[in-house]
């Protein structure tokens, strides 16, 4: 058996790629904003990482230092940050792997700007504001602005490059044009103090996109983070409501090939106890269905319910570590033994597909 017909694998499309991010940067640009393209989602592949870099991305951007790396001897030069406030025992790789990173421990900020020494470098940083969503970021104004003037005035190793903000991420606080006024003004408050504009400001990730459409971003916002939205492209639309029928839903697909195929009660015969992840759960009687197994489970894609089966009358039942059960009773086809099914992944899937070992990765 050759190796292009091993299953499970992801196919992803570079050309569908290409062209959502081309689709995103260009209506960024549109209002001045830059974007920062985002490929922790797909675990950092490098063939996608290489599509931001050629669609003109200022920053390729990730919350994992390793997938920077990766990039960084793959020979894209497109500059690379680190969107995960660093480690205090990474900072020497931060700053010789990375161009750039977002920031909220002046320890941190006074470790980095040692590093940069040492390495004869200058590394630049984004100091993040917490705006409510209760992650990372200074919540504290004079925090702030003491770390603003301290990179500013004494860590002459470092470029206070700007400042940013995460929202709708722990605390499901939404990108609202007030939201994102709060940090123009913090920013102006540092711009004041040290007699200079900042050169980003970083309002978000994709759910700050419909700051764009509406036409009502802060007109200072000027840079993005934009990973999930070019990637899948699907949370705007099933979350938000938002029309994204302009973006290519279908970058990644999942294929995997069927085991067995039977006809089985719906219901479990026998005393119900608890299924292989410890949990009890319900079942439907719905009489004899026709059922389908897979040969992938939970361990590729962690959550069966976040799978959108691609064939009609197609539905995921539940799953194991290593199997995929389906009811295939109301298939528009006919499915058999050594058939290949497709599925369309969302992000909760996405990174752990791209990080799993049992999948094979190909591009088209
Ligand atoms: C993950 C992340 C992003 C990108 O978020 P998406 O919703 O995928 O666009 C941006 N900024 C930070 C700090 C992140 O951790």
Redesign the pocket.
């Known amino acids: 058996m050759s190796r292009s017909d091993k299953y499970p694998k992801l196919v992803v499309d570079l050309d569908k790629l290409r062209r959502n991010i081309d689709r995103i940067r260009i209506q960024c640009e549109d209002k001045g904003v830059e974007i920062?393209g985002?490929i922790?989602?797909c675990t950092g592949l490098t063939e996608c990482a290489r599509q931001f870099a050629r669609e003109g991305c200022r920053f390729i951007?990730s919350?994992r230092l390793e997938q920077l790396e990766t990039l960084r001897s793959s020979g894209i030069q497109t500059q690379l940050m680190m969107?995960?406030v660093p480690m205090l025992s990474e900072v020497a790789d931060v700053v010789r792997v990375t161009d750039i990173s977002?920031n909220s421990e002046i320890a941190v900020l006074k470790a980095l700007n040692e590093e940069a020494g040492a390495q004869d470098k200058e590394h630049q940083v984004i100091l993040?504001v917490d705006l409510g969503d209760l992650r990372?970021g200074f919540w504290d104004k004079d925090e702030l602005l003491e770390a603003a003037l301290l990179t500013e005035n004494e860590l002459h190793n470092l470029k206070l490059a700007g400042i940013?903000t995460?929202l709708?991420?722990y605390g499901a606080v939404a990108a609202t044009p007030e939201k994102l006024e709060e940090l123009v003004e913090r920013a102006e408050m540092i711009e004041e103090k040290i007699g200079r504009e900042l050169e980003f400001i970083s309002g978000?990730?994709?759910?700050t996109l419909p700051r764009i459409w509406e036409d009502n971003l802060p007109s200072r916002i000027n840079l993005l983070?934009?990973?999930?939205?070019?990637?899948l492209a699907a949370?705007l639309q099933e979350l938000w409501g938002y029309d994204m029928s302009f973006m290519h839903r279908d970058v990644f697909t999942l294929r995997a090939e069927v085991i067995e195929v039977k006809e089985k009660p719906s219901h479990p015969v026998g005393e119900i106890m608890f299924d292989a992840f410890g949990a009890k759960p319900e079942y439907e009687d719905r009489g004899m269905r026709r059922r389908a197994l897979l040969a992938l489970g939970k361990v590729d894609y962690a959550f069966c319910d976040q799978l959108i089966p691609r064939d009609e009358g197609v539905a995921i039942l539940g799953a194991s570590s290593d199997h995929t059960i389906l009811d295939i009773q109301d298939a528009a086809r006919s499915i058999q033994v050594g058939d290949v099914l497709e599925f369309i992944p969302h992000?909760s899937n996405l990174v752990y597909l791209t990080s799993s070992p049992n999948i094979q990765i190909v591009y088209i």
Do not use: H, P, Q, W
Request: net charge neutral.
């Open positions: 920062a985002v922790k989602g951007a919350s969107i995960r977002l993040m990372e940013g995460n709708g991420c978000g990730a994709t759910s983070r934009i990973g999930e939205g070019i990637l949370d992000y």
